[in-house]
């Protein structure tokens, strides 16, 4: 039963790694979008500043999530490896015959 809920936390943690990824894609583009745009035609350079910030505070706002995503990222793999140390501490491994064994039998 535990591990049914891990395995089932695992997936809804990588379902939000994906929508972090697709994030990061998405700031990509803008970011590539501010920088391959024509320069804007303003009536005055007030104006344009203030575009400017807000643009700027856009992609602050944007790297604090992704910044606060990212370390989520690294607590689900942290709390991966340790389910998966727990799975190979429970699990019994199978140890191969030893020879005398092998001779008793024969």
Do not use: F
Not at 27 to 48: C, D, F, M
Not at 52 to 58: A, F, G, I, K, S
């Amino acid at each position: 039963p535990k591990t049914e809920e891990k395995k089932e936390q695992v997936i809804d943690k990588s379902e939000k790694v994906e929508k972090t990824e697709k994030t990061e894609e998405v700031v990509k583009q803008e970011i590539g979008n501010l920088e391959s745009a024509e320069p804007i035609k303003r009536e005055s350079t007030k104006n344009r500043e203030a575009y400017l910030e807000r643009q700027v505070n856009t992609l602050k706002v944007s790297h604090q999530l992704m910044a606060s995503e990212l370390r989520e990222c690294k607590d689900w793999i942290k709390e991966a490896k340790e389910m998966l140390h727990d799975i190979k501490a429970s699990t019994p491994t199978s140890t191969p015959p030893n020879e005398d064994t092998v001779s008793q039998r024969s």
